[in-house]
């Protein structure tokens, strides 16, 4: 599975984006889209990654509280891309953004998605994303 982010800029505070993560790799049958959760994490200057948003095969999405109601995740998966709306931008969000795919275990369920780093093996290389005040 690759994933490529894209959509990142320097924006002033206040303002909105979209990112975008396009993939390719799917296979189909056990290795479909559909079989893996995905998530959007941030990485500030001198900071670890945080998660900022997930969303589970079945669509359900999950936001650390930092972002709640700012970030809005997505999926198309048609298109086989997942976006990460982010609006009102503050400082803090400065960051390299990653988008992130991993596998659901079949012991987990079709709504279980991750926002800790550690549960994903399939990463993109990032965009940044610089507000300015």
């Known amino acids: 599975v690759q994933l490529a982010e894209s959509g990142g800029g320097s924006v002033q505070a206040g303002g909105s984006l979209r990112l975008s993560c396009t993939t390719s790799g799917f296979t189909g049958g056990e290795n479909s889209m559909s079989q893996y959760y995905m998530a959007w994490f941030r990485q500030a200057p001198g900071k670890g990654r945080e998660g900022g948003a997930c969303?589970?095969?079945?669509?359900?999405?999950n936001y650390a509280d930092s972002v709640q109601g700012r970030f809005t995740i997505s999926l198309d998966k048609a298109a086989k891309t997942l976006y990460l709306q982010i609006k009102n931008l503050q400082a803090e969000d400065t960051a390299q953004f990653y988008c992130?795919?991993?596998?659901?275990?079949?012991?987990?369920?079709?709504?279980?998605?991750?926002?800790?780093?550690?549960?994903?093996?399939?990463w993109g290389q990032g965009t940044q994303v610089t507000v300015s005040s």
């Open positions: 969303i589970a095969s079945d669509g359900t999405t």
């Open positions: 992130a795919a991993q596998r659901r275990s079949p012991y987990t369920s079709y709504w279980h998605c991750s926002r800790a780093s550690s549960d994903f093996r399939f």
